[in-house]
């Protein structure tokens, strides 16, 4: 039952990262490969084109990343833990003294 367990939770981690938007991404970087192999006559709207299509590529695979990142279970800790310090601490120095403060 634990195998099974651990294998659902790897699929769904590369689920959730294989996400269409980063399959999306990683073709439209391989059309403006594959168009800028094409271009041998070194036409300038086809430069255009490549590197727009490189840049959007490139910009919707980091989005994907993002995304991910966002929503992982150990990036939201690391946010929740930082944001208890601040909370904390605030309060650690709500309660002292005006002389403690002073001190550290």
Known sequence: MKKNKNNNEKKSFFKMFFTKYTIYGV??????VVVDLYNDNNLFLVN?????LSTTGTAILVGAIFDFSKN??????FVSNILKDIVISKDFLNEMAETEKKIL
């Open 48 to 52: 255009v084109i490549k590197n727009i």
């Open 27 to 32: 073709l439209i970087i391989l059309v403006s």
């Open 72 to 77: 992982s279970e150990a990036f939201t800790e």
